[in-house]
């Protein structure tokens, strides 16, 4: 089973991102509620971004069972579930939640990247990526200037998300020195 889910990851991972998306949202109607195009993106982002965690998420187990705590519980009669709930998760969770924090950026952008180019959230709805479409003309930009402020939300959005990760990652290392 782990041998299937590796090939499927790595299928999947060799399909550049940004084409894939277009490729999956083309196939979404364009003629559906905000509220369920939102669901299908979410849904888009979900099927090509659980695979960094998931090769991640193997790795980190693979490594932590191995370790002394572990084969200690095995010696002392404790079943695999019990070990990976009291034993494993824990040592995980810190790593999830910075893995987490460092995602959600490139949803972000990969959400304004499809509603910018006209695939994702769709005019009247709101969002960066239909307020910067809006802003795609010099013209436009030149006679109203504040077209351009959803970017500068986007960019602090995004790296408040990286900065957070990265902050938490460095708090959460037990290798620090």
Do not use: C
């Amino acid at each position: 089973m782990d041998s299937v889910i590796q090939r499927l990851i790595e299928i999947i991972r060799s399909f550049p991102t940004l084409p894939l998306w277009m490729a999956l949202s083309a196939a979404i109607p364009p003629r559906i509620p905000v509220v369920t195009m939102y669901i299908y993106i979410v849904i888009i982002f979900a099927f090509i971004g659980w695979t960094d965690l998931a090769r991640v998420a193997r790795g980190k187990f693979i490594s932590l069972k191995n370790e002394e705590y572990v084969m200690a519980a095995k010696i002392a009669g404790v079943s695999d579930a019990k070990i990976i709930v009291k034993h494993l998760l824990p040592g995980f969770i810190s790593y999830l939640v910075v893995a987490t924090t460092l995602a959600i950026p490139g949803m972000i952008l990969g959400e304004t990247a499809m509603s910018f180019l006209g695939l994702g959230i769709r005019s009247p709805a709101t969002s960066w990526g239909v307020l910067l479409q809006e802003a795609q003309q010099i013209d436009n930009v030149a006679l109203y200037p504040w077209k351009l402020i959803p970017l500068g939300f986007v960019i602090i959005a995004v790296l408040t998300f990286n900065f957070l990760g990265d902050g938490l990652r460095d708090a959460a290392d037990p290798y620090k020195r």
